[in-house]
Structures are given as C-alpha cells and as structure tokens.
C-alpha cells in the first residue's frame, strides 16, 4: 500500500471531514501524495483514492457526486 500513490479528496459542510482528511495525510507519506484538497479536482489518476464527504438527504453531496 505504500508505494502506492494516493489522493485524498474531501467534501466538508461542518469541518468534520476535513479534520479527518488531514488525519489520514498526516499519517500517510508525502512524498505519495498526488492531490490533497475538496472535490473539485478534475483528471486524478492515483491507485488509491481516499474520498471523504457530507451526505446530503442520504447521498454524497453534489460536489463529490459530479
């Protein structure tokens, strides 16, 4: 998993998903980290995705839908 890179893309109304986006960069290296930052990124092509987000009447907001 580790020679793997990754992105990390989050979708935060409270701040919440955000703390816990910054908890897993954190802990994860950095030097394999392609893309940190909200769901409006375009054109992301790393193995592994970690995708965060707020529901919104029981989906994903509209953000991380699109």
């Known amino acids: 998993m580790y020679n ?3 992105s990390i893309i ?3 109304m409270t701040g919440n ?3 816990l986006a910054d908890k897993i960069h954190e802990i994860l290296p950095k ?3 392609d893309y940190f ?3 409006d990124a ?3 092509k ?3 995705l970690y995708i965060g987000f707020w ?3 029981g989906n994903a907001d509209s953000d991380t839908l699109d």
């Open 55 to 57: 529901t919104d009447k």
């Open 4 to 6: 793997e890179n990754y």
């Open 17 to 19: 998903t955000r703390k």
């Open 31 to 33: 030097e394999s980290c």
């Open 10 to 12: 989050f979708s935060s």
């Open 46 to 48: 790393s193995e592994l």
């Open 42 to 44: 375009q054109g992301i």
């Open 37 to 39: 930052g909200t769901a």
